[in-house]
C-alpha cells in the first residue's frame, strides 16, 4: 500500500447495527472500508477478492462461524493483518486468539481514538514487517541469482545453512537446514577439518578455501561436491557466519585444463595457439621439435610468415583477414627454420567463449613424410611387378587407358609368352627360374624405346607397348624381341640354360577399340604363333577371334553344364578280335548344349582342362559310369572291365586318388574292373606320375596308356610305370592295310608289349581287313566300328543283351 492509498479495512461483524457503525466511523477516520462480513465465510471469500489492508475480526460470529478460525486462514493465505474486536476475554479464547499473532485485541465497548490508534500501530508494524520480507527475499534472490548459500555455525550448537544452494540436501532449495558441526566437518577434506576446528575456537578468525565435501546430507547418487567457502569467526555475535557456493563444474573445469595443458606439453604434433587475427600466442614443444623454431620466436606472428611455404597450388588454412571460424584440415606444404621442406597434415579448430564469439583458433599439424614415402612404396609396389621391377597389370590398365586417350596415335600390343619355361623351373628350381625371368625382362626393356612400355602379366607372360602403328614396325620389334629371349641364359653351377617365346601382336585401333579386346586379341593371336611350332611372332586376324569367342562361349556353358544336366556318357564295346566276345566297355563323354549343339569332346575337354573344369567334370564322369555300371552288373548285363579317360590336371590333384578309392566303395565296384586311361602327354605333365599309378594299383584299378605311339615315351619310362595295358592310338590302325610302316610300328609295340607282361588293345577298329591284320601282328583285342559306335546308354544296354561277355 502507497503511503498516499487510504487504508482498506475488512469488518467482519456480526451484529448490522454493530458493523453499520463501525463502517461509518471508519470513513470517517479517513479509512476505506473494504467490505462488511457477518461469517466466516463471508469473511474469508472478502479477504480473498478485496484484499484489505487490514481486518477488524469479531471472534464471536454466532452461527456464522468462528472469527479465530477465520483470522487463522486469513492470516495464513492473503498475509493481511488481523485486530480482534471482542466482548471476551476468557483465558481460552485469549490463547486461541494469541496462537493467531494478531496485531491489536480491542473489548467492546470500543473508544473510538483506541480503535483509530491501534489501526494506525497495526498498520505500521505491518510495513515494516513488509519491508524486512522483501530485504530477505532480495538476499535470498541474490543468493539463489550467485548460487551460494549462508551458513551459520555457533560453538556447541548446530550448524545452520540458510536460503542458498543445497549440499545435496532432499528439496530444491534450502531454507533452515541444519546438522550437528561434526556432520558437517567430517564431510570435509581431511586436510581442511582442522582449520574448521580451529575457526570455532578463535574470534575474529577467518577462513577461505576450496574443499571437496560428501557429507551426511549427500544423495543418493553418491556425488560429491566441491565448495567454495568464504566464513569468519564475529566475536560480537558470537558465531560463524559465511557463505559457500558449489563450484564442482569450476573444479571439473580446472581439471580438464590442466589435462589440456599436460596434453599441449606433451602431445607428439605441433600446436598453435593463436589469437583471433591468427597470430601465435604460444607453441608447445613439439612445435619447436619439429620445426627448430623457439616459441619466443614466434609469438605475435602469423604462421604464413615462417611455417608455410606458400606456393600458387596450395590452399592455407589461414586466409587474409582470419575469417574462417569452422574447423578445417588439409595437407600443406610446410618449411622449418633451417628452410627444409615437408608435407604436414595440418588442421584448424576454432575456440569459442560461451556466447559463441570465436576468441582463439588452435593450428596443429604433424610431419607425414614417412606416410608420403610409405605411399609412394605402396603405389610402386600396387603398378610394378615385385620380381623384374616391370609393371604390372594394373600398370597395363592405366597405360591403355592414357594411350588410348591420345587420339590419331595408334600402337601396337605385342602379348610375349615364353615356351618351356615350365622346365626350367621343374628342373632347375624356383630360383633359376626366378632369375631367367629378370635376365628376360632386362632384354625385353633394352629393345625398346622411352616411350615404350613393357609389363610383366605374371609367371612368364609379359606384354611390351610399343608407339607404332605400322605392322611392319611391330613384326621388326618382335624379331628383335625373339632375338634377345633366345639368347643362353647363366644357370646356377656355371651351366647356361635357353628358352624361346611366342609372340601375337594386335595393332589399337586396327584390331581393337577397348583395352580388354585388344588384350584378347594379341593373347589369342601368341595362342596361334605357339601352336604353329613356337619361337615366331603371329598377327591377329578375325579368324583367331573367332576361335576366341567360340572358346569363351564353351568355357560359359561349360560352367552351367552339368547342373542343367547337359552332359551325358556313351558307351563303346571293347571285344575279343578273334570272335567278337564282349570284354568290356569304355566310358565316353558327351555334352550336347542347347546354344552350341552337340560339342565334340576335343573341342570342350582342353577348354575344360584350361579353366580348371576339368575336376569336377572328371568326378562327375567317375560317379556316372560306375553308379550305370554296377546297375547293370546287378541285372546280370555286364560283368566285364570299364575304360575311364583320365586327364592329366585329375591325375596331379592330390585328392583323386581318395576320389576313386570313395567311389568304388560307394557303389561296390570291384576295382579290378575299373581301368583307367591316362595318356602319353599327361604323365609327362604330372610331376610324380610313377608314384601316382602305384597308389592307384594298390587299390586294384588297372591303368591303360591311351593313344600310345603318338607321344614321346621311352621304353625306359615304361619300365618305371606301373601299367597293364597299352592302347595303340588310330592313326596307326587306320592305314595298317597300305601302310607297311604302321605294320612294322604295331609289330614292334606288340613286342614291347609283351616284354614288358602288358596287355594290347587297338582303338579305330573299322573294317574286316583291319581286324584280321591285327591279329596277325598279336594285336587280340579292340574297339571300333567294326563292332560298334559309342552307343547311349539305352542303346548299350541292348547291345549288352544280345552280345555274350567273353574271357
Given amino acids: 500500500m502507497l503511503e498516499t492509498e487510504r487504508p482498506r479495512i475488512l469488518v467482519v461483524e456480526d451484529e448490522r447495527i454493530v458493523a453499520q457503525d463501525l463502517k461509518l466511523n471508519l470513513e470517517a477516520l479517513g479509512y476505506d472500508v473494504a467490505g462488511v462480513a457477518a461469517s466466516e465465510a463471508d469473511a474469508l471469500r472478502n479477504a480473498q477478492t478485496q484484499r484489505p489492508d487490514l481486518v477488524l475480526m469479531d471472534i464471536n460470529l454466532g452461527r456464522g462461524g468462528d472469527g479465530i478460525r477465520a483470522a487463522e486462514s486469513i492470516l495464513r493465505e492473503q498475509g493481511a493483518p488481523v485486530i480482534y474486536l471482542t466482548a471476551y476475554a476468557e483465558p481460552e479464547t485469549l490463547r486461541r486468539a494469541g496462537a493467531t499473532a494478531p496485531y491489536g485485541y480491542l473489548l467492546k465497548p470500543i473508544e473510538l481514538r483506541e480503535l483509530n490508534a491501534t489501526i494506525r500501530m497495526a498498520l505500521a508494524r505491518h510495513a515494516a514487517e513488509q519491508r524486512v520480507v522483501r530485504a530477505e527475499r532480495r538476499l535470498r534472490l541474490a543468493l539463489k541469482a550467485a548460487q551460494m548459500g549462508v551458513l551459520e555455525l555457533q560453538p556447541g550448537q548446530d550448524l545452520t545453512l540458510v536460503d542458498g544452494a543445497d549440499l545435496g540436501a532432499q528439496g530444491e532449495g534450502l531454507r533452515g537446514f541444519s546438522l ?50 568464504h566464513a569468519a569467526h564475529l566475536a560480537d555475535e558470537g558465531r560463524v557466519i559465511g557463505v559457500f557456493r558449489d563450484v564442482s563444474e569450476q573444479v571439473r573445469t580446472e581439471g580438464l585444463l590442466r589435462q589440456a595443458a599436460v596434453v599441449f606439453e606433451s602431445a607428439a604434433e605441433a600446436i598453435l595457439v593463436l589469437d583471433r587475427e591468427g597470430r601465435v600466442l604460444s607453441a608447445n614443444p613439439a612445435f619447436c621439435a619439429l620445426t627448430g623454431w623457439a616459441g619466443t620466436e614466434v609469438q605475435g606472428r602469423h604462421p ?46 576454432p575456440v569459442r567463449n560461451p556466447l559463441g564469439v570465436l576468441t582463439h583458433r588452435v593450428l596443429s599439424f604433424s610431419d607425414i613424410s614417412a606416410l608420403r614415402r610409405a605411399e609412394s612404396r605402396v603405389h610402386h609396389l600396387a603398378f610394378h611387378d615385385p620380381l623384374t621391377g616391370l609393371g604390372n597389370r594394373n600398370q597395363l590398365d592405366d597405360s591403355l587407358r592414357q594411350w588410348m586417350a591420345d587420339e590419331g596415335t595408334g600402337f601396337a600390343m605385342l602379348f610375349l609368352d615364353l615356351d618351356g619355361f615350365k622346365l626350367i623351373n621343374d628342373t632347375l628350381g624356383h630360383a633359376a627360374g626366378d632369375q631367367l625371368l629378370i635376365t628376360i625382362a632386362q632384354r625385353l626393356q633394352s629393345c625398346l624405346r622411352v616411350e615404350d612400355e613393357a609389363v610383366r602379366l605374371g609367371g612368364d607372360e609379359f606384354v611390351i607397348l610399343a608407339r607404332v602403328d605400322q605392322p611392319e614396325a611391330a613384326a621388326l620389334l618382335a624379331g628383335k624381341l625373339l632375338e634377345q629371349v633366345r639368347l643362353p641364359v647363366p644357370a646356377p653351377k656355371g651351366e647356361t640354360v635357353r628358352v624361346s617365346a611366342s609372340v601375337g601382336i594386335a595393332l589399337y585401333p586396327a584390331h581393337a577399340s577397348d583395352g580388354d579386346a585388344l588384350t584378347k586379341a594379341a593373347d589369342s593371336a601368341m595362342y596361334a604363333a605357339k601352336g604353329r611350332g613356337r619361337n615366331r611372332y603371329a598377327f591377329y586376324t578375325a579368324d583367331l577371334a573367332a576361335r576366341a569367342q567360340s572358346r569363351m562361349q564353351i568355357e560359359q556353358g561349360l560352367r552351367t553344364a552339368i547342373a542343367a544336366r547337359e552332359f551325358s556318357l556313351a558307351w563303346q564295346p571293347q571285344v575279343d578280335l578273334r570272335n567278337g566276345a564282349l570284354l568290356g566297355a569304355e566310358a565316353l563323354l558327351r555334352w550336347h548344349s542347347p546354344p552350341l549343339g552337340t560339342v565334340p569332346p576335343d573341342r570342350f575337354i582342353p577348354v575344360a582342362e584350361d579353366s580348371g573344369l576339368i575336376g569336377e567334370l572328371g568326378q562327375w564322369v567317375l560317379e556316372q559310369a560306375l553308379r550305370q555300371w554296377r546297375d547293370w552288373q546287378r541285372r546280370g548285363l555286364a560283368v566285364g572291365r570299364l575304360g575311364l579317360n583320365v586327364s592329366a ?43 601316382r599309378l602305384r597308389l592307384l594299383q594298390t587299390l586294384g584299378v588297372r591303368l591303360a596308356l591311351d593313344d600310345f605311339g603318338t607321344g614321346y615315351s621311352s621304353l625306359a619310362t615304361l619300365k618305371l610305370l606301373p601299367l597293364n595295358r597299352l592302347k595303340i592310338d588310330r592313326s596307326f590302325v587306320h592305314e595298317l592295310e597300305t601302310e607297311t610302316r604302321d605294320r612294322a610300328l604295331v609289330r614292334a609295340i606288340v613286342g614291347m608289349a609283351d616284354s614288358l607282361g602288358l596287355g594290347v588293345i587297338a582303338e579305330g577298329v573299322e573294317t574286316e581287313a583291319q581286324r584280321q591284320l591285327l591279329i596277325r601282328l598279336g594285336v587280340l583285342q579292340g574297339q571300333g566300328w567294326l563292332y560298334s559306335k559309342a552307343l547311349p546308354a539305352s542303346e548299350f544296354e541292348r547291345y549288352l543283351r544280345l552280345h555274350p561277355l567273353g574271357g
Avoid: K
Avoid at 664 to 691: D, F, I, N
Fill in 180 to 229: 550437528q558441526p561434526q556432520d558437517f566437518i567430517a564431510g570435509l577434506q581431511a586436510e581442511v577439518r582442522e582449520q574448521v576446528r580451529g575457526l570455532l575456537d578463535r574470534p575474529q578468525a577467518s577462513l577461505h578455501l576450496v574443499t571437496r565435501w560428501g557429507g551426511a546430507t549427500e544423495p543418493a547418487r553418491g556425488s560429491v561436491v566441491w565448495l567454495e567457502i
Fill in 304 to 349: 604464413d610468415e615462417f611455417l608455410h611455404a606458400r606456393r600458387s597450388s596450395d590452399r592455407g588454412l589461414l586466409p587474409a583477414g582470419g575469417r574462417v571460424a569452422e574447423p578445417q584440415q588439409a595437407e600443406v606444404v610446410c618449411q622449418r627454420r633451417d628452410g627444409t621442406l615437408f608435407p604436414a597434415w595440418e588442421q584448424l579448430a
Fill in 649 to 691: 590336371l585329375q591325375l596331379r590333384d592330390e585328392s583323386f586318388i581318395n576320389q576313386v578309392r570313395a567311389a568304388l566303395q560307394l557303389h561296390g565296384l570291384a576295382p579290378e574292373q575299373l581301368e583307367l586311361e591316362l595318356t602319353e602327354s599327361a604323365l609327362q605333365a604330372t610331376e610324380g606320375a610313377p608314384e
